[in-house]
């Protein structure tokens, strides 16, 4: 079971990208963040017709996540539990049924900026619920993952200019260290899994010649329960799609399950 998780930074912006990227590469779930549109809004039939089923999660303008897939998904569920109140739409949930059955989480976490302020106090209270919400994956004792854009730096190697960051919401000391709260739950994070060593990113800013320069972040993640951890095949990222005519700002980060 080959899963891609995929900041696509706006579906109608990058819809022919998009396609173009399905058709390549066919991944049996792709999980997407910020496709910046209401439900009703999102091209379902367009991607009906490629054979992929659509559970979308949106929001006007803003945030939106969803799953597209070529295998069968039950219980699908939206929204982070914790907060009734909290209208932003980042977090989608489904059981995908291959081989195995793997309970799949797709976020798109908080970017917090400015720091300090209101916009990463969300942040922080938010990787808290995504906390409760990890320890209760771990408790069911299944295949298990969460994946996407998580806004985390997780350390210095994943930047390339990391003394840029340091006053970034990204990159401060509050930030990972909610994050490994969660990772040390138990997680397995697939990337660092499978490659250790600074220059390797996942993001590129569209200013400044980032990309040209390779001046990136590694901000895109899957976290695995240990059940999902003992299938892994592989992690890896798909730096070349940056390089594409419209592209996203991210590209996609790949996990192989045997599953």
């Not at 945030?63 to 039950?74: C, I, K, Q, Y």
């Not at 982070?80 to 989480?105: F, M």
């Not at 350390?155 to 509050?174: H, N, T, V």
């Amino acid at each position: 079971m080959k899963i891609a998780t995929f900041n696509i930074n706006g579906i109608k912006a990058r819809l022919q990208a998009l396609s173009d990227w399905l058709d390549d590469t066919a991944p049996d779930v792709a999980i997407l963040q910020e496709i910046k549109s209401l439900d009703q809004n999102f091209p379902r039939e367009h991607f009906e017709d490629k054979g992929y089923s659509v559970h979308t999660h949106g929001q006007k303008g803003f945030n939106g996540v969803a799953l597209l897939s070529r295998l069968p998904l039950e219980d699908v569920t939206h929204g982070l539990p914790g907060d009734e109140a909290d209208e932003q739409s980042r977090w989608i949930e489904a059981t995908v049924i291959g081989e195995r059955a793997v309970r799949l989480c797709g976020l798109y976490l908080p970017n917090g900026n400015p720091a300090p302020g209101p916009k990463y106090d969300y942040k922080l209270a938010w990787m808290a619920r995504l906390q409760a919400r990890a320890a209760r994956l771990l408790a069911a004792e299944e295949p298990a993952l969460m994946a996407g854009d998580y806004n985390i730096i997780i350390q210095d190697e994943d930047a390339a200019r990391p003394e840029a960051w340091q006053e970034d919401a990204l990159a401060l000391p509050s930030s990972r260290a909610a994050f490994r709260r969660t990772l040390n739950l138990g997680f397995t994070e697939a990337f660092r899994a499978r490659t250790q060593g600074p220059g390797h990113y996942s993001f590129w800013d569209y200013q400044a010649g980032a990309w040209e320069k390779n001046n990136g972040i590694r901000i895109d993640h899957f976290l695995l329960t240990p059940q999902c951890a003992d299938l892994l095949n592989d992690c890896w990222i798909e730096k070349e799609v940056r390089g594409h005519e419209k592209p996203s700002d991210h590209v996609p980060v790949w996990v192989d399950l045997a599953a």
